[in-house]
């Protein structure tokens, strides 16, 4: 078997089932198996997901092991020759997962790889690669000198902004959202370290990758990611998460640094999770309704009458233009000849008359005013939005 693509899933059965329709494209004609190690989920995930993909090998745990141990579970039954782990809020595409085989074929030198993740109105998600976070880099990115020089190959060296992000690199850290494996590296290397729980995993495996000698790759090739629109990045628990994470890396692999020198990273890290706490309790962001939205929708007849339909449910006020079209005859989609974007802020492509591939590079092809993604498929009759999930004639679901 070629390809192993093993999911960890906690609560966002819709992503996921848009992530298995858009990998059913993906990987077709390629030797593979989907494994979905489910962390006790809430929302029904088993009942949903396995009566609608029965190919899906689905691992139901009782509990909430996170995400490396979910890895972990599915990577002891995984038969391919390569390993992707992939997140369930994520839409896949046949030249990423093509192209990442082709490229570990011919060579053998690379560990892992990762790709050209684009955030939801088709912008470069920064994320895609990373360097190793040493004391001054994770000091750099965490005192916010990252940001105010994100070029910089010194003080911007944490996203490596400085590459051609349209060019194959080697890079040091891939993210776990997409990340390309070859089985026999993780045997040499070992799993990922389950202290872990969520976040800075992908790091510390990464790096072990590193120095047990293999390279690790960026490639252009494109998927979307929603994280970065939907995870509040501000918030406290994902401050503190996260931060927590790059502690336990720092500690891990530079205990040998004096405390005078680990201590600014600690000053940083707690800085930030102070001010993400008093933020969070000014700010209390409720998904309840559809956030103002003005949509260009294109596909077929009947996904503009159900997705209008929503619309007017859930906004009263929006102002809306709708298209029937599909790749063959609306080619260009919302770029085409004759149709005005103005005053639109999101795009809605039926994925029964776009292929995926097809609507990330409409998306990311903007060249003027970005619009965010959202999708509409009849078979599912569900509308994706960043920040919501519809439900056709339902209520809205919280992502």
């Known amino acids: 078997m070629k390809l192993s693509v093993i999911i960890v899933n906690y609560n966002v059965k819709y992503f996921l089932e848009q992530c298995l329709n858009s990998l ?18 809430t929302d029904a995930s088993t009942e949903y997901i396995t009566s609608r993909f029965p190919n899906v090998k689905w691992m139901a745990c009782k509990e909430n092991n996170g995400f490396s141990k979910g890895n972990n579970i599915a990577f002891a039954q995984a038969k391919g020759e390569y390993l992707l782990m992939l997140n369930p809020d994520t839409i896949v595409t046949k030249e990423a997962i093509e192209g990442c085989i082709s490229f ?31 004391p001054f880099v994770a000091f750099c990115k965490m005192s916010g000198l990252s940001k105010l020089f994100p070029k910089s190959r010194t003080f911007g060296r944490y996203y490596m902004q400085y590459l051609d992000k349209n060019e194959e690199n080697p890079i040091e850290i891939i993210s776990g959202a997409y990340m390309m494996l070859r089985h026999s590296t993780i045997k040499e290397t070992g ?44 918030s406290y628990r994902y401050v503190h998460t996260f931060y927590r994470a790059m502690q336990l890396f720092f500690k891990k692999h530079y205990s040998h640094y004096s ?5 600014p990273i600690n000053m940083a890290i707690w800085s930030k999770a102070v001010l993400a706490y008093i933020g969070n309790q000014f700010c209390h962001r409720k998904l309840q309704e559809l956030p103002p939205i003005n949509c260009v929708v294109i596909g077929n007849a009947t996904t503009i009458d159900e997705v209008g339909i929503i619309l007017r449910e859930k906004q009263k006020n929006g102002n809306h233009k709708f298209f029937e079209g599909n790749e063959t005859t609306m080619p260009q989609g919302h770029l085409s000849k ?17 292929s995926y591939s097809t609507i990330l590079e409409l998306l990311h092809n903007t060249g003027g005013k970005r619009l965010r993604l959202a999708t509409y498929s009849t078979r599912t009759k569900k509308l994706i939005t960043e920040d919501a999930v519809f439900d056709y004639g339902q209520t809205a679901q919280e992502k």
């Not at 059913?24 to 989920?41: F, K, L, R």
């Not at 405390?259 to 201590?263: E, K, P, T």
């Open 24 to 41: 059913e494209q993906a990987a077709e004609g390629i030797s593979h198996e989907v494994i979905v190690v489910d962390n006790a989920s």
């Open 104 to 134: 570990m074929d011919a060579h053998a030198d690379t560990g892992a790889c990762g790709v050209y993740m684009l955030r939801t109105d088709g912008s470069f998600a920064p994320e895609s690669r990373r360097a190793l976070p040493t």
């Open 191 to 234: 799993t990922l370290d389950e202290d872990f729980f969520m976040y800075g995993e992908d790091i510390d495996l990464s790096y072990r990758i590193l120095k047990q000698g293999y390279s690790n790759y960026f490639l252009p090739l494109k998927i979307l990611h929603y994280k970065g629109e939907s995870t509040n990045k501000s």
């Open 259 to 263: 405390f005078l020198v680990s201590l």
């Open 338 to 354: 004759g149709i005005d974007t103005t005053g639109c802020n999101t795009v809605v492509y039926d994925t029964d008359a776009y």
